[in-house]
């Protein structure tokens, strides 16, 4: 996520073909050589996109696949939003983040406050939006505002294994994790407790579940078909 904010095709959101999303500001446009799970699309945001509004970040948090930016520049104001609304976020050396809006005389969008505070606390997202200071991305790393910082030069490598990593997990149950998490923010114990079993007994029935007790038994990497 760069300093403007990005666009991503949202076509393929119901295509079962691809498990992981990488977002960047770089105009990629495709899918990486041998992989055809892993959507690989962005180009620039341009004025008058019918998608673009806050409900975008609504759309990123909800949506059943893995969401992951990979943030090569400066993440300002609606960028860094737009960054803390996916799943994870990789950073490269050069990275930097900012809330920026009190600078331009703006409070806020793109649910950045409600993401930065369950991230950071309290007390530090007061600070960041308080006094909009550049944050590079090492100190982002252990403020928790992101889960990797790779050299710039490895960035999409680092991010690419990421994904391949998570793409290749039982993908029934990656959607159900994530759900269960997006629950935990906001929901009691018991309701944590009410979606863990629900979503528990419907990844019991699949066939990825009966693939990995086979898998194992027979002592063999199991394979996912995401059913």
């Known amino acids: 996520i760069g300093s403007a904010p990005s666009s991503v095709r949202l076509a393929p959101y ?125 100190e982002a790393l252990k403020l928790g505002i992101v889960n990797r910082v790779a050299e710039d030069a490895d960035l999409r490598n680092t991010t690419m294994e990421i994904a391949r990593r998570i793409a290749d997990m039982p993908q029934v149950a990656v959607a159900a994790v994530k759900r269960n998490l997006f629950a935990a923010e906001t929901g009691s114990f018991a309701d944590c407790l009410d979606h863990e079993a629900y979503n528990q007994a419907r990844c019991s029935q699949t066939e990825d579940h009966r693939e990995a007790v086979a898998a194992f038994k027979e002592k063999r990497k199991p394979v996912f078909k995401g059913m």
């Not at 770089?26 to 673009?52: K, M, N, T």
């Not at 609504?58 to 943030?71: E, G, S, T, Y």
Request: hydrophobic share 40%.
């Open 14 to 138: 119901h295509d079962p073909s691809w498990q992981i999303w990488a977002c960047s500001p770089g105009a990629y446009g495709q899918v990486p050589a041998g992989r055809s799970d892993v959507w690989w699309e962005l180009h620039r945001y341009e004025p008058g996109q019918p998608w673009f509004s806050e409900g975008y970040c609504d759309f990123l948090r909800k949506h059943p696949k893995v969401i992951i930016a990979m943030v090569n520049g400066v993440a300002a104001g609606a960028g860094m939003s737009m960054s803390l609304a996916c799943d994870l976020r990789i950073a490269g050396k050069s990275a930097r983040f900012t809330t920026a809006f009190l600078k331009i005389g703006l409070s806020g969008d793109w649910g950045g406050t409600w993401t930065l505070t369950r991230l950071v606390g309290t007390a530090k997202a007061r600070e960041l939006f308080l006094m909009p200071d550049m944050v590079g991305a090492d």
